[in-house]
Every structure is written in C-alpha cells, then in structure tokens.
C-alpha cells in the first residue's frame, strides 16, 4: 500500500474505563486477499488484548495522542468512557487528528447529553451511524461534524403511523380516532 | 415493582445486552413480521451490531438466514431504519453467503432513494459485490460520480476505491468523471434538511476524488505530473485533505525520479507557508526525508525554511501538531543533529510539557543534538526529572544517553554519573534496570577507558538487586571483562559473596565467573584462590553448581599442568557462535533427521565469531538502530517506504549506505551458503569465505532486473545473479549470464555456469557462474550479457504456448567486479589511533574526485567498497563542514589479518580531494585496498 492509500484510519474503539470493549471497528482494505492482510490485529482475541494494554496506557494520561505498537493512537478520555482512533505510523497526525475530532465532535452532537457509556449503549445505533459517516472502510469520509450529524437518523418515532385516507371522508376519520381511543383507553385500565 | 427488578430492567435495555440466541431468535421474529415494526426492528439491528462488534460471530447458516431477513425490511420505507439496515448489511456480508440477493434493492434505492440514505446505499456496494458482478454498478456509480450532492460524490468515489481491486478495469472508465469530481466544488442544496445540523462542505469528495484519480494513473508519470500542475495553481483544491494528497503525490514523484524534485523546489517553498498546518507538516516531512537520502539536490534554503515551519510548529497549542514536529525533528536529529540546533529554545521549553510524551520526545532530540559542550548540563537537567516520570519514559531517556555516550567517547564520565545514580537511586521495574545495565555493559564493551568504574558499580549495585536475570548477567560480564583489569581480586570477592548468599541460578553463574579468574595474567596469586574456592563450592547442595564447579576444577588443573590450549579455551572461549545460522542448522538438523539422530550434528559448518566480530555487528547494528531510531519501543519505521514495500525496497539500498538492517544481513549470508551448498559442483570448493553485498547491475525499472552477490571461496569465486522477469507476457527460458574478463590476462579461469531453465513472468530465480582463482586476491572487471530465450505465454495456461521456439536474446547489464572489498570483512577495535599504529605495512594514495557528491555521499560508498566499520562514529559528514575523515577497520575474509583505513576528504569548488592511508598486516590486500578505493 502506498502512501498515497486513502485508507489511513485503522481502527475505531470505544473502550470503558476498564479497557473492555463497547464498540471496536478494525478497518481492512476490502477485496484484498485474507492472506496479504497484515497487522497483527486480526483475531478477536489479540484484539481484546491490545484493547485492554492500550486503555492502560491512556488511562488517566491526558496526552491525546501516542503511538503504541506501531499506531498513532489518538484519545480522548471521558468520565467512564475512552474514544480511541488508530491510523498508521506514516500518516499525517493533524489529518487523523481531524477525522478523531470529527468522530469525538459529532458524538457530542448527536447524544444530547454528553457522551458517556450508558448514553452511548442507549444511542447505539446512532453512534454507529456516525461512526460509518466518518470512516468508510479506512477512508476518511466526512471531518465536519455537522455534516456527519445531519447524516445520522434518529430512531423512528414511538407512533405507529397514522395514515389517514381523506376519500373515506370526515366520518371514517372519526371512526378511526374513535376505535384508537377506545383502544387506549382499555389499555390503560 | 421492587427496585432490584427495576434495576434489571434497565440493564437489559442498556448495558448488558441479552444472550446471543435471544437476539437471533428476536430478530428472526421480528424481521418477519408483517407489518413491519420499524422502531422495533431498529432496536434489534442495533442490538446485533452491538453483539457483533463485542468479537462474537455467526455460523454461516444462521448469518445468512439473518442477512436473508434483513433485506426483507427493504420493503420499509423509512429512511431511519434503511440507514440500520445497510449496517447491518455491511456487517453481516462478511459472514454470510448469497450477499448478492441484495444488489438488486441496493440498486432500486440508488436510483430511487431519498439523498439521505443514497449515499448509505452507494457504499454497501463495495460488501456485495465481487468480482463477478462489480461491472453491473458502473453505470450507477458514473452517475452519482458527477451528482451534485457532496455526500453521494463522495460514496460513489469511496466505492470505486474500494472495488478497485476486483473491477479495475470497469473503474479505469470513470477517470474522466473522477478529474471532474476533483475540480467540481460540490455544496449541500439548502432544501430539504432533514436533522436539526446545517452540513457545511468541507469538499472532501475533492480528496476522494485525487486518491481515486492516482490509483488509475499510478503508472503514468506525465499523468500525475500534469496532476499536479492542474490542481496546485489558483487554490484549485479546497480541501485540506486533497492538498496533502497532493504534496504526498509529489513526495511519490520525486522519490521515484529525484531529478524532478528542483522543478518542484518553488511549489514546496509555497507550501511550507501554506494556511493549512497539516499541509506544512507534510511538506516539511518531504523536504526533511528527501534531503536526508539525496542533500544534494535540496537547496539549503529549503531546508532552512522546513525547519523553520517545523520551529514554529513547536509553539502551536494543538497537541498533534506539536508531536507530529517532534516526530520530524526527532528523525531528523537521528541522521544530522547540526541542522535543528536552531530549534533548542523551543525544544528545551518542551521539557516541561504538560504531555509526557512531547516531553520525552524533545529530550531525546535534545540529547541526540547534544555537543560535546553541552552533554554536561543536558544531562544534569534529566537528573532532575527523571526520577518522576514512569518506567516506559525513563527506559527512552536511557536509550537516548546509552546512544550519546556511544558517540562522545570522552563524556564517559558524566554519562556513567548518571547511569550509575538512576540506577541506584532510581525506583523501577526490571525493564528499566535490565536497561540501564545494558547501558552500562555498553559503555564497559566500547569505551576502555569506563571500564573498570562502570565494573566496581556494578559490583556494589548486585549486592542488593532483586532481579536475577539481571545478576546473572552483571556476573558474566564480571567474568569477561574482570580477568583483565588491574586489580581482579576485588571482583572476586564481590562473585564469592554471591555465592554465600544467593539462589543456585546466580550460583552457577558465579562459577563460572570465577572460574574466569583462574588463568589471569595480571594476578597469578590469585589462582590458588580460586582453586580453592571452588574446591569448598564442589561441596554444595545443588547438583548444577557443583558439577560446574568440578567442570571447572578439572580445566583449571589440566590448564595449569601442560598449557593445554583446549581446557584454556573452554574456560575463557574467544568466540561463540553465529545464533541465527545455527537455530537454522539445528531446525534443519532435526526436521531432515533419517537415522534417528546417529550422524551427530556437525557443529564446525556453524559460522564462528570471534569476539572482534560480534563488537562489530553489535556496533553497526546500534548504529543502524540509531540511525533507524526507536521510540516507545516499537520501531518506527523510515517515512515514506509503507511496510509492504520495506523488504525489496531495504534490499535495493543495502548498496548506498551504512543504514541496513545488519541482522538481515546475517540471515542472507546465512541464506546464501545453504543455497551455495545445494549445489554440487559447488560444494567442492569448501566452506564459504565470504558474500558480497547485493549489487544491482541494472535499472530497477528496467525490463530483466539483475542484481549480483558475489561468493567468496578459499580458491574460488562464485558470481551469483538474481534475476527478475517483471515482464507480464513473456517467458524466458535457458537463462545464464556470460562473463567476458576486461583484461586479456585474467587470472580467473571459467569453471561452469548454472543457467535458469525458466523464468516465468514476475518470477525471481538465480543463476550462477564459478571462476577458479590463481592467486589469492584477484581484483578484475568483468563485462556482463544476460543470454536467454523469449518465449510468449498463453494467457490460459500460464505456459509458453507448445511449439513456440522463441527468440534468442541477449541483454547488456552492467559490469560487475571484484574488488578488494570484497575480502575484507568489517571488525571493531576500541582503541582504533593505537591499533593503526601498530599495523606494519602502510599504503598512501591520493584521489581527486570530479563527481559532483557529497561528503556522505562520498563516506557511504567508501564504507560500502571496503566493506570495512566506521569507527568513532566518522560515517557521518558534517554537511556544514568541506572536510572529513573516515577511519575504517576491517579484517581479511581470507585469513582475519588486520585492516585500518584513514582516509581524508576535502570538498572544494573542483571536487574532493581524498588522500587515503591504510596499513595492514597483509602488505598485498593493503596496496590493493588503497589504490582501488574508487
């Protein structure tokens, strides 16, 4: 891979402060053939075991940025969580910098209230939106983090969708809201 | 409802997710359910990502049955949960089978989807399609290429990048598209907000645009070039992403033709004042990196002025900024400390750095810019800091003094002050002791005159040190290095106490250190001593160490009644074995095992090093670490070559410097002889001498690539070449390489050549050609042609096509020669004035160099011909200096006479002067070395 590879992240995590894993996504170059696939971070259970060595070693270190086993790790330690983001040695820091403040800034954005574990399991699935708004397959996507936050979806509303079909007249929609109603209310009691 | 249940509750919704069945079966449910459930659904989607991205897996049955009905939810039309679904579609499709099921509603949504999930839409292609298939999408991704919408350009683009490996040639159609997408400046439409967020364009679809267009045009120089000239001028590129791709597309032009990098020198002055820091930092770390490998050819403006962007980086708030500086500096200090001088103010601020590692990497710059002037007070500034800071920082900070006080000799003092008073004083785990020991091992190996200090303190400090490993070590080096100093009686007593109070592992090391002292010169006394001694030690209770200390016994006896040269050489050995080849001769040995292990293992074919050598390719490996330079304990690798590329690309510039992997090295000798000794008309000529380094005799680029490694043997030569066939439609068959001698006259006589029956295309084989010698060292030229038959392959089979005669061809490659460096092998001396001095037959020749090279330039090619080992650390040229002087050491290869080398270098507006003394043992190898330096 030459230096010119737009696959420059190689991996995101998102780690408790015990160094055990909420969310983890290694990027691999697709459509390479497994056995040119390098790195040693390919099975489950070395990836596990870096996790935990890297949490170590950021826990309470406030220096943002490191390199461990042959990555730039860039950080960002929260009250019980730690944002992680991993790219190759020969990469521009400020330009991982960036994508890591558009992944850390748009998180910020999208979970109203601050970003710690129990906000980030409940809002999952957002989460991973914007993860994948930032980083497609190693490639920096986006470094806006309105951009990525207007990209991602808020889970579909509560409300079963009420179409109303307005040939069937006033009376029919009056009928509809008087069997819902009646529904709701035998619900509730 | 009591509060414990409730607690539960809450869990199963947040934190601990259910069992890995229960979200499969809930899945498979809920997903085929009708009407569909879109909140629910997404829930579920979300719930088995989670579990996925915890590390567990599917069997592939279940995951396609999952994929199956995940793709059933593409009759949903809510944007939200389409968003979920191509998640889960991405993540499953690695997993599963008949991923192609879902092209078909991918494509429906490209074309018909809303602009929120098309791009979601565009960049799950690259999960489903496969070789196959990807031709199907071209039409769809030419289209959303040119969209307006930054966000569906860019996924179009993404995927086109990432299906590059499977569907080039559909790809190679959207280069025009993909040129337009690198000019077009694509904004969001102000309508249709779908969040709360106003997106604001960064025009990234620019950079995804440039990296796409490289991969299409990697191989088309005028291409590229007319690239860069079309999107540098009149701020064509926005994005501050493109702009890097852009300097790092320069950065691959000039490393691939250096001569380009003047044209350029106006557009990187440019960019080192660029708005952007990040565009500065990669231009900066071009310049520093070209100009480390060709100084040549950057003018020292340019220099000056990367440096100076790299100062002012030093002083910016952001962290990575800063670090990424360091980083440069760091490198840059590695190979000619005297250019960042300038930023020591900056540097030494950095010290106090709030961040650790800023802090640490500005003091190993500082250490590595350290003068001989201002090591004093560098070190007494550590001394003060580095009892606060952790183990893993201390152990760089001693890494970094352990290479200072390699390359000033005379601080030796002030360096072992420290050493010995961190680790003394200092608290630390066993890494950062065993560390600073071998700090002090070093200095004991390198610098005679630290001896016998670094040896008493070590003395002290394993009276109380918890770490055997460490003492155990400490005791050997006692034993090595105490027998020969001035007063060995002191360190024995410091070995018997530890074998009063210490464990039977340290006990029988210091047996064997003790034994060591027996046959001192310096103290005859002091035999019946240790006799003595031992004799009480036969007596202890564990067996290891009294069979030791009998073993011992019996030497020293049997040393002491006939001058026995054997039992002498067991109890003080010269020279140990080379512990690459002989784990391969062992593995070998037991894995070809026929008669179960009657044949004993022949222990002589193991190379031998004598203790000169192995403190020789210790000192050039530091050097090479060194000039590599360690961080943090990884090694960081050399910019600009990418790991894949590290191994070829390490082969090829083991010619042009001192900056090779020396232990790889050990490994090709190692290589070389096992292929030599397959051979069978070459093991008649005996053990191997010697190899060269590898030699390219033609353009890297050029359609047959030749390189040559020259074998040495007792009276013969072998010449080997590796030859490469890059091209991709050709075989080449009966391939061997005829040798013409320059000289009428040539005292090598042709024995036999070994030709290659055939070599496919992008295959490597070597061929030999043997020459039997007249006199013990011949230095001749040899013309060279490269002899084959073409022949074309047929693209099915992969063979020639049967029948095909093929042409006879030939191909001039360069000459190669033997030369006197090749019988000379590099070795180290500590003492190298005294040991010149004392070499008896001396040579003097004077050369006048026209080439236009530099003083480095000129010192790695010198280091390279005579194969012999900078010593005193001359391998490096001051580049602010005309003058130099190299001092050279090596053994013969033949018969291990000695080598010095001085050799003196002045530049002047003319070209270098070089006035070269040598003395050797062997007047002829002497004569032959000097006056064919060049």
């Known amino acids: 891979m030459s230096r010119l590879s737009l696959y420059s992240v190689q991996a995101i995590l998102i780690l408790d402060n015990t160094g055990s894993r909420i969310h983890a996504k290694y990027y691999q170059s697709p459509h390479v053939a497994e056995d040119k696939r390098k790195g040693s971070l390919q099975s489950v259970k070395r990836q596990k075991e870096f996790e935990k060595q890297l949490a170590q070693k950021t826990h309470k270190q406030d220096s943002d940025i490191l390199i461990f086993e042959d990555h730039l790790v860039f950080y960002k330690e929260y009250m019980d969580v730690t944002l992680y983001l991993l790219g190759s040695m020969d990469e521009n820091e400020i330009v991982l910098q960036q994508a890591f403040s558009a992944f850390k800034d748009s998180l910020d954005l999208i979970l109203n209230s601050g970003i710690d574990k129990k906000n980030i399991q409940e809002h999952y699935d957002m989460v991973l939106l914007a993860i994948d708004e930032t980083v497609d397959n190693g490639i920096i996507l986006e470094t806006d983090p309105a951009t990525i936050a207007s990209r991602v979806t808020k889970p579909p509303s509560n409300e079963p969708q009420v179409s109303l079909d307005l040939d069937k007249g006033l009376l029919g929609a009056w009928g509809f809201a008087k069997s819902k109603l009646q529904e709701r209310l035998q619900q509730s009691m | 409802m009591s509060t414990h249940t409730y607690k539960k509750f809450e869990n199963s919704e947040a934190g601990e997710l259910p069992d890995k069945m229960t979200i499969y079966q809930d899945c498979m449910s809920e997903f085929n359910e009708s009407p569909i459930n879109a909140k629910r659904c997404r829930l579920l989607i979300s719930r088995l990502l989670r579990l996925l ?87 769809l991704l030419k289209s959303a290429l040119v969209n307006k919408h930054p966000s ?269 008073d961190v680790l003394k004083n200092g608290e630390g785990g066993f890494k950062f002791k065993n560390n600073v020991v071998e700090a002090l091992i070093d200095l004991v190996t390198f610098i005679p005159q630290a001896k016998e200090m670094a040896l008493e303190n070590l003395c002290d400090f394993i009276e109380d040190c918890e770490f055997n490993e460490i003492l155990v070590r400490i005791l050997h080096l006692l034993g090595k290095e105490g027998p020969s100093t001035s007063n060995p009686s002191l360190y024995v007593r410091h070995i018997y106490n530890r074998v009063v109070l210490e464990n039977s592992i340290i006990r029988s090391a210091a047996v064997i250190a003790l034994s060591k002292f027996a046959l001192t010169k310096n103290d005859p006394s002091l035999s019946d001593s240790i006799v003595s001694l031992l004799r009480r030690i036969a007596n202890d209770p564990d067996d290891e160490v009294r069979d030791r200390a009998t073993i011992a016994l019996k030497f020293i006896e049997s040393a002491k009644r006939d001058q026995d040269t054997e039992s002498r050489k067991f109890i003080l050995s010269t020279y140990s074995f080379d512990f690459a080849s002989l784990e391969s001769k062992l593995s070998s040995y037991i894995s070809s095992n026929t008669d179960s292990f009657k044949t004993p293992f022949d222990v002589t074919s193991v190379r031998r090093l004598s203790d000169g050598d192995i403190k020789a390719l210790d000192l050039k490996r530091k050097q090479g670490k060194f000039l590599k330079g360690t961080l943090e304990g990884s090694a960081e690798s050399t910019p600009g070559i990418a790991e894949e590329e590290m191994l070829p690309e390490r ?140 022949k074309e392959i047929n693209p099915e089979t992969n063979e020639p096509f049967a029948g095909d005669e093929g042409f006879q061809d030939e191909y001039d490659i360069d000459s190669i020669s033997l030369n006197a460096g090749d019988y000379i092998k590099s070795s180290y001396v500590g003492d190298f004035a005294t040991a010149f001095d004392g070499l008896p037959n001396e040579e003097v020749a004077v050369f006048n160099i026209k080439e236009n090279i530099s003083l480095q330039e000129l010192v790695d090619r010198l280091v390279v011909n005579t194969s012999c080992l900078p010593l005193e650390d001359t391998q490096y040229a001051p580049s602010d200096s005309n003058s130099h002087t190299v001092k050279l050491f090596g053994k013969s290869a033949l018969k291990g006479s000695k080598v010095a080398l001085i050799i003196r270098l002045i530049k002047t507006s003319k070209g270098i002067a070089m006035k070269a003394q040598g003395r050797a043992e062997d007047a002829v190898l002497c004569s032959d070395l000097v006056n064919g330096l060049m």
Not at chain 2, 107 to 129: F, W
Not at chain 2, 710 to 729: A, C, S, Y
Request: glycine residues 2%; negative net charge.
């Open chain 2, 53 to 139: 991205a915890q590390g567990e897996t599917f069997p592939e049955n279940e995951a396609t049955a999952l994929f199956f009905s995940i793709s059933k939810l593409f009759q949903h039309q809510n944007d939200s949960l389409r968003q979920a679904v191509y998640l889960a579609i991405k993540e499953l499709s690695g997993i599963s089978q008949d991923v192609l099921m879902a092209t078909s509603s991918i494509m429906k949504d490209i074309q018909n989807g809303s602009d929120l999930v098309k791009p979601n839409a565009i960049r799950s292609l690259t999960a489903v399609l496969d070789e196959s298939t990807a031709f199907s999408a071209e039409r």
């Open chain 2, 152 to 420: 569906i350009s860019s996924a179009a683009l993404c995927t086109s990048y990432n299906l590059l490996p499977i569907a080039e040639v559909t790809v190679k159609r959207f280069a025009n598209e993909t040129q337009e997408a690198v000019a077009d400046l694509k904004s969001f439409p102000h309508r249709n907000l779908v969040g709360d967020y106003y997106p604001n364009s960064t025009f990234i679809s620019q950079y995804h645009a440039l990296g796409l267009l490289y991969q299409l045009k990697k191989n088309d120089k005028m291409a590229l070039l007319k690239l860069i000239r079309q999107f540098s001028s009149n701020n064509a590129l926005k994005n501050q992403l493109a702009k890097i791709e852009l300097v790092k597309l320069v950065s691959e032009l000039v490393t691939r033709d250096n001569q380009l990098f003047s044209d350029f020198q106006p557009l990187l002055m440019e960019w080192l004042s660029n708005k952007y820091e990040s565009v500065q930092l990669e231009t900066a770390k071009l310049v520093t990196n070209f100009a480390a490998h060709h100084s040549r050819l950057v003018s020292s403006e340019l220099i000056a002025s990367a440096i100076t962007t790299l100062q002012s980086l030093l002083t910016v708030p952001r962290v990575s900024a800063k670090f990424a500086a360091l980083r440069i500096l760091n490198r840059i200090s590695m190979v000619s400390p005297e250019r960042i001088v300038v930023c020591n103010p900056e540097l030494e601020s950095l010290i106090n750095d709030p961040n650790r590692n800023i802090s640490t990497y500005a003091i190993t710059t500082l250490l590595k810019t350290g003068t001989a002037k201002n090591i004093a007070s560098l070190i007494s500034t550590i001394t003060k800091f580095i009892h606060d800071v952790s183990d893993d920082f201390k152990i760089i900070i001693i890494d970094a003094v352990r290479s200072l006080s390699l390359n000033f000799p005379n601080e030796w003092k002030t360096v072992l002050q420290f050493l010995i």
């Open chain 2, 651 to 790: 082969l090829d510039n083991s010619y042009v410097g001192p900056s090779v992997d020396e232990h790889e090295l050990d490994m090709l000798s190692t290589k070389y002889a096992e292929e030599l000794m397959a051979i069978d008309q070459v093991k008649d000529f005996g053990a191997l001498v010697n190899s060269s380094k590898i030699v390219p005799l033609t353009e890297p680029e050029a359609e047959f690539v030749v390189r040559g490694v020259k074998h040495l043997f007792k009276d013969n030569v072998v010449f080997q070449f590796n030859i490469t066939n890059t091209l991709t439609d050709t075989a080449l068959e009966g391939v061997s390489v005829t040798c013409t001698p320059e000289l009428e006259a040539s005292s090598l006589q042709e024995l036999f050549t070994i030709s290659i029956d055939q070599l496919l295309p992008s295959a490597e084989a070597a061929c030999y050609v043997a020459f039997k010698k007249t006199e013990e060292i011949v230095m001749e030229s040899f013309l060279a042609n490269l002899m084959f038959t073409t």
